[in-house]
């Protein structure tokens, strides 16, 4: 995916996996400092949790984005590094990769 204006990044590369359907997928008991995000896909919904760096030096810090859409047999979960927290909210690329992860249309594995 391109850099949002601003960003620092070297990349913006998002990670998939899909997962079985009754692994825990760890949104249930999100930490208090992580943002749960609702996610509604073409025909699924999701979650999606933000974590910023408290730790570590200020320019090492970032925010993880990860996210599963809960499928009929299966998650499809993935994540990303979205932001350089140095780089300020307007390079933030979360509005971009939810939009992207809300388009996504899950198959049942049928042809």
């Known amino acids: 995916m391109p850099l949002t204006k601003g960003s620092t990044l070297k990349s913006l590369e998002l990670t998939f996996t899909c997962v079985p359907k009754l692994s825990p997928t760890g949104f249930d008991n999100a930490a208090d400092y992580a943002k749960l995000v609702p996610l509604r896909a073409r025909n699924a919904y999701g979650d999606m949790l933000l974590i910023d760096d408290i730790e570590g030096e200020p320019e090492e810090r970032m925010r993880q ?47």
């Open 65 to 111: 984005l990860d996210f599963c859409l809960y499928g009929k047999e299966a998650n499809f979960c993935g994540g990303a590094n979205v932001l350089r927290l140095i780089d300020g909210e307007k390079a933030d690329a979360t509005a971009d990769i939810k939009a992207f992860i809300e388009s996504i249309e899950l198959r049942d594995g049928t042809l």
